[in-house]
């Protein structure tokens, strides 16, 4: 259940640039993981409210999107999608392939609400 | 993945960069912050500190990995073993420490210490793998000087393991012979990432008839890695036909893997595992103590 150290990680990253961006509260976390970076994005969900809570981003929407898995041949230059155990080309069956996309672990973007906008209202 | 180099832009997100700022609007009027960050960045920034300070001593860091009982410890043991017996015999000397993970327990370390081997012992807790902090504190009791090769025993796990960059070189993973020939399979992100694969316990492959040992390797072509997988066996056996076998084959590698190390640092680079093998740094960027 690495997700929840992973959730951690995460909430510290927010609360930094909320510091940066004078936020007064995170209302949403957009991630984007693939199935080969070994981060489930179910547990990553169960785990959000554990390490969020008393944080910043307490009451933030955690909006996960899931990216395929891509590869390129390195024998037929062929590119296509491929399953998590079988990264082998569909058009010439070579298993000498490059990863394009599909294992990522990104904390894409956070959305904020400010201290300055709050006050002007 | 790191978050220095660009190497965070895949196919699945480039988009985004390329159609939008750094900051926006929401439609509700909040502020909108582009980060692309790793979800670990913090770790991986720790990793990459841990990595400067074994290249700033040229120790060649491997972090071991594999499910519990598939015979982990036993194969550092006899690694130095035969380190002690090529040394009385050639008088070329390799030497080792190794930094054990373990829930719980000193035992793993005690084995190590016994052979008058440095050992450092991270118990986690409930932790089910190690990461580059715990690495980082356990850098802090080893003299790392006169070391040629700091071994990682990481938590018996073959999930967890595969996310954490610890700041070592590179990774290897133990498949013993008795947790079956689809484990690749079921296990791509740890598979997918070892420099080397060991099938271990290869003694007792006469007694079984569900492992094939040309499966686990297709299993693992299949995860496009070409890295070598050998066959080994730490037991101590009275019969030396069976003893050791793989041993010679293992030690040939990390002597090769040293000196790859050592030409990579010549020239200003270190070595990043196999997952991270597109994304060679320089490692003279300069990181806080």
Redesign the interface.
């Known amino acids: 259940m690495h997700e929840l150290s992973i959730c951690q990680s995460i909430i510290e990253q927010v609360t930094e640039i909320s510091r940066q961006n004078n936020a007064r509260i995170v209302t949403k976390i957009y991630i984007q993981i693939g199935p080969l970076s070994g981060v489930e994005a179910l547990l990553l969900e169960h785990a959000f409210p554990v390490a969020s809570a008393g944080s910043i981003a307490q009451n933030a929407i955690l909006e996960i999107q899931i990216l395929p898995i891509k590869i390129h041949c390195n024998i037929c230059g062929n590119e296509n999608t491929a399953d998590i155990s079988k990264l082998i080309c569909s058009a010439c069956g070579a298993w000498q392939t490059s990863l394009i996309s599909g294992d990522e672990m990104l904390l894409k973007s956070v959305e904020l609400e400010k201290f300055e906008e709050k006050s002007n209202v | 993945?790191c978050d220095t180099c660009g190497c965070?832009v895949?196919?699945?997100?480039r988009n985004?960069i390329e159609t939008g700022g750094k900051h926006a609007k929401?439609s509700?009027?909040?502020?909108?912050?582009?980060?692309?960050?790793?979800?670990?960045?913090?770790?991986n920034h720790r990793a990459a500190h841990n990595r400067e300070h074994f290249d700033k001593h040229q120790v060649l860091a491997i972090n071991l990995m594999s499910s519990p009982g598939s015979g982990k410890t036993a194969l550092l043991e006899a690694t130095i073993d035969a380190l002690n017996t090529i040394r009385i015999n050639t008088n070329d000397k390799l030497s080792i420490a190794v930094i054990e993970g373990d829930l719980e327990t000193e035992n793993d370390a005690q084995r190590i210490r016994d052979r008058n081997t440095p050992a450092i012992q991270i118990t986690t807790g409930s932790?089910?793998?190690l990461?580059a902090y715990m690495v980082h504190d356990a850098l802090h009791e080893l003299d790392l000087d006169n070391l040629d090769i700091i071994f990682i025993e990481n938590v018996g796990n073959l999930?967890?393991p595969?996310?954490?960059d610890l700041g070592h070189h590179l990774n290897v993973t133990l498949l013993s012979v008795t947790e079956g020939d689809d484990k690749?399979?079921?296990y791509?992100?740890?598979f997918?990432g070892s420099n080397l694969t060991l099938i271990t316990k290869a003694d007792l492959l006469p007694f079984l008839d569900d492992f094939d040992v040309s499966k686990a390797e297709k299993?693992i072509?299949?995860?496009?890695n070409?890295a070598p997988v050998f066959q080994i066996s730490a037991r101590k056996s009275n019969d030396s036909s069976l003893e050791k076998q793989g041993i010679n084959e293992w030690i040939e590698w990390l002597k090769q893997q040293i000196k790859q190390y050592k030409t990579h640092l010549k020239l200003g680079e270190t070595v990043l595992p196999m997952?991270q093998k597109?994304h060679l740094h320089n490692s003279s960027h300069p990181h806080e103590h």
Do not use: W, Y
Not at chain 2, 28 to 43: D, I, S, T
């Open positions: 993945m965070n895949t196919e699945g997100n985004l929401t509700e009027g909040n502020e909108a912050v582009e980060v692309l960050q790793n979800l670990l960045h913090e770790n932790a089910c793998h990461d999930v967890c595969a996310s954490f690749p399979a079921k791509p992100v740890m997918r299993n072509r299949n995860l496009a070409p997952i597109d």
